[in-house]
Each structure stands twice: as structure tokens, then as C-alpha cells.
């Protein structure tokens, strides 16, 4: 079955960067799309970004247009977030979400397979 894991998550101050990683495994995933979600403390889960695995075309909520980044590398089955600027409103869980009907987009339903969910903390 399908497995991510994510990793990299951690504690930065405000204006720091952080990358974090999905490692995918159980499947091929050339036809999937990747996102990241977040969820902060007494919220609800958000998107973040979504990646087409096989056009690498993306997408992304607004509040972290020009700050944050969602790549993926096939060779390794990883996908990345990598996080600039942070700011204390970003502290949150993160999850990475796998879809195999390639759904580039923020509708959380679509997406059939999770991760447990890295911690990412900004201090102010």
C-alpha cells in the first residue's frame, strides 16, 4: 500500500527556512499528485501546495505564494516543500497527501493517502 513519510520538520526562528521531505513508497507514482497540508492548533487542515508528478505543473495557496516552494525529485519517490521566510502564522503540522488521479488542487477529499504529519515551529 502506499506509504509517505515526511520528515524535516523542526523549530526556526521568523525569517528562516526550512525543507521538508515526503518520501513515497508502495506504488508507481508517475500518474499521482502530491500536495502539503497544514494544521495549526484549534484549525482546520489547509492546503498548502500541490505538485502533478508527471508535468510538475503546481499550485498554491496564496498566503505562501512567493515564500514557499513544492518540487519533486522521481528518482528518489520524494517530494519537497521547501519553506522561506517563515513566519510565526505558519507553525503547524504538515502533511503530505497523495492522489492517484492527479488532482492538482486544495479539496482535501480528494486526496486518498497521508502522512503522519511533521511539526514545524516559528518563533517569533
Known amino acids: 500500500q502506499v506509504q509517505l513519510v515526511e520528515s524535516g520538520g523542526g523549530l526556526v526562528q521568523a525569517g528562516g527556512s526550512l525543507r521538508l521531505s515526503c518520501a513515497a513508497s508502495?506504488?508507481?507514482?508517475?500518474?499521482?499528485?502530491m500536495g502539503w497540508f497544514r494544521q495549526a492548533p484549534g484549525k482546520e487542515r489547509e492546503f498548502v501546495a500541490a505538485?502533478?508528478?508527471?508535468?510538475?505543473?503546481?499550485y498554491y495557496t496564496d498566503s505562501i505564494q512567493g515564500r514557499f516552494t513544492i518540487s519533486r525529485d522521481s528518482a528518489k519517490n520524494t517530494v519537497y516543500l521547501q519553506m522561506n521566510s517563515l513566519k510565526p502564522e505558519d507553525t503547524a503540522v504538515y502533511y503530505c497527501?497523495?492522489?492517484?488521479?492527479?488532482?492538482?488542487?486544495?479539496?482535501?477529499?480528494?486526496?486518498?493517502?497521508w502522512g503522519q504529519g511533521t511539526q514545524v515551529t516559528v518563533s517569533s
Open positions: 508502495g506504488r508507481t507514482f508517475s500518474s499521482y499528485s
Open positions: 505538485i502533478s508528478w508527471s508535468s510538475g505543473s503546481t
Open positions: 497527501a497523495a492522489d492517484p488521479q492527479g488532482y492538482v488542487g486544495r479539496r482535501y477529499g480528494f486526496y486518498d493517502y
